[in-house]
Structure formats: structure tokens, C-alpha cells
């Protein structure tokens, strides 16, 4: 399957009896999402194919997985309240005490890439896949936020409440969000930290919790970046589990979309979301991370927060800095969060109840690269690099070609 590309041996696991029967329906979840369904003998089964047989190629590998962790993992979550809300009814003003439910969303993904990548298409295939509904929104300039939540729209006599793309979709595809402005972008806060969206209606403000599972995957070009389009404030990019960067496809890639043959091909249910939100409960109640793993995870945070205090990273840089910190923003604890979370999935899909740092490292650069605001005086040193994203990339992960370390080399896990 998708961590060790040992697709036998993850096919064992579903009928490993030494797993709680909880722990072999998920891994059996994942696997019918990431890679269709099988004959008795293990064999793929053509005619009920997965995400990895309807968007192919090692340059698209990582997409697919990071779907199936976000689904599966809990992203933003918060404690229920029991609150005391004012509202107005015929002209006076009345007191209500409100309870409102614990919240939990899934982990958001957001993609980065030219297009022609197949995008949409995985959010599509992941939507039929998991028996959910699936919406897609193209961000464009003239998208307002009640085309996301709900708006109310008179007709004759009457008034009625139309609700938005994310009111009706477990899967809500935010395509091209960089276009769309500010205001817009910012009516997916609410959504994708607390699963629940607020409109006005009548005079009140209305609050209606979104289907559960709920996950965001929005989609960014990064060469339009000039006029027309709005960079993502620093506020929203946290609310994303993930920042998948798509680089060009390679050789092996392009070989497999020419070989593949969409026209015969029926995407169908092969899980529920029922089973998705059994596997959620399952990984975040039984799933341990262990004090040695947090005390990694806080090391890989803080880490962050001051990359030059391990000298092996980037030792030529220092004396340009003239006092001032690299990292002018760091990840954060809903990065740690995030980070944690994400771990105790792909230790579940993994076949493991207890996480380890192979499961801390595998996801750290995508649940961190997006959190990073740097020194602008470095602007030239950056470019040398490639541009600041490439910067970033060997700043966590290094660069073995050159002998440059990065976070993951420094950090120690004990």
C-alpha cells in the first residue's frame, strides 16, 4: 500500500486476527480507497478501481495518501460550550441558553501545482470512493462567502434559504482559492476550524453544523500570483493538515497517464463515510502516541522557531542575518497538533496502535512547509536556492546533493 509500497503485506493486515476488528476495517477502508477492490487471492479487481488507478504516477504518489490521512486524521477540533446567545424575535431582544457539540474536521489539504495535475479528478474519485457527497466551488474574483455558506433569495411573496457548496458536501473542492478575495476566502475559517456555518436569517444569526466527515481540499496555481490574484492570509494556511507542492511530472508519470484508459473505468463505493468516521474515532481514542513521540514532536515545533540554533544548519547565513531571526513566523501548536494527529493515522493505516518517529517524520515537511513567514532581507539568498519554497524545502528535509542538513537531520528523538 501507500508507506512501504508493500501492497501484499497491507492486504495481510486485513485479515491479521493478533488486530482489533476495529483496526482491520480501517486498514481495509484505506486500501479500498487508495488502491480499488481485490479478488480473494489479492489480485486487483479491475472493475472496482481505487484513486491510485484513476490518477497514476510517481509524481502524483503523495496526493492520494495525503486524502486518505486527512479523512481519517482529526485536523481542528474544540470542547463543546454551553452558551448564552441574544437574539432578536419580533422586535425584542430574548436570552437563550445554547448547547453546542464538540467539533471535528478532518485535515485539510491544500495542493499546489500547475494545472492538468488531476486534481479535481482525485477529489472526485476520493468522493465516490467513500460513498460522501462532493462539491467543487471555482474561487473566482465574484465568489462571495454566501456562495459557501447559505443565502437567502426572495421569490414573489416568499423568501427562501439556499445553502452553499460547503452546507451540502462531506467534500468541498476549493479550486483556484488564491483567486477569490479575502472576504471569501476567510467565510472558509469558520467551516474548516469548527464544522459549522453561521448565517443571517430573519434578522438572527442561524449556526447549522456541516456533514460529518468534512474536509477541504483546495487547489492554488503558483505562477498566478500576480494581479487578480489574493495570497492566503497567514491565518487560513494553518488551517490546512497539509500543503502538497506538485512539481512537473517526471518521465515514469507521463508514461502512465498515456497508457491509462479512463473510458471504461466506473468509480463506486468501496467504503462509507459511517466506516471513515469509525476509523477517525478509532485512531484518535486508540491510537497512543507516546510521551517519548510528544517531547519529539515539541523538538520538531520549536525547532522551527529558530532553525540556526543547530549549527549544522546553515552555517553560511548567519553573519547576513546582522542579529535578526530567520523565521520571522513559525508553525505553531495547532502545527503540533496537526502534526500528532496525523502520525497516529499513518501509524493506524500502518498496522501500529503506538506511533514512532518513522510515523512522525513521513508527513512533517507537508504538515509544516506552509506555516514558515521568513526574513525578507535573505530575498537573494533564497533565489540563489531556487525561490523561498525551495529554501524551505532544504531547511526541513536538506539537501543530500550538496551535504546541506535540515530539521529532520538535526532534531534528535531522544
Known sequence: MAIHKDLARYMSLERDPTLHERHRNLIAAANRLLNGGCYE????????????????????????????????????????????????????????????????????????????????????????????????KQMTPDATPRDL???????????????????LNNIVLADEINRATPKTQSALLEAMSEGQVTYEEGGNLITRYLKEPFIVLATQNPIEQGEGTYNLPAAQLDRFMFRILLDLPDEETIDAVLDLDHSNMVVRPLTTGAAILDARDFIATEVETPPRIKQYIKRLIMACYDPLQYREIFPDIRAELEGTNLVVLPPNSRAALHLRNCSQAIAAVDGCRVVDPYHVKKRFFEVVNHRFILNKNLRQRYNDLGGVQEFIRVLIKGDPKTGRKGIL???PVD
Open 41 to 136: 487471492d489479492g489480485t486487483p479487481d479491475p472493475t472496482r478501481p481505487g484513486m491510485r488507478s484513476v490518477v497514476v504516477g510517481p509524481s502524483l504518489e503523495r496526493v492520494p495518501l495525503a486524502l486518505v490521512i486527512g479523512l481519517f486524521a482529526r485536523g481542528d477540533s474544540g470542547p463543546g460550550f454551553i452558551a448564552k446567545v441574544r437574539k432578536q424575535v419580533r422586535g425584542e431582544v430574548v436570552e437563550e441558553v445554547v448547547p453546542r457539540a464538540p467539533s471535528s474536521v478532518c485535515g485539510h489539504v491544500l495542493i499546489e501545482g500547475l494545472p492538468g495535475g488531476g486534481k479535481t479528478l482525485l477529489a472526485k474519485t476520493g468522493a465516490a470512493l467513500s460513498d460522501l457527497a462532493f462539491g467543487r
Open 149 to 167: 455558506g447559505a443565502r437567502r433569495v426572495q421569490e414573489g411573496n416568499e423568501v427562501h434559504t439556499y445553502f452553499g457548496v460547503v452546507m
Open 409 to 411: 537531520d538535526v532534531v
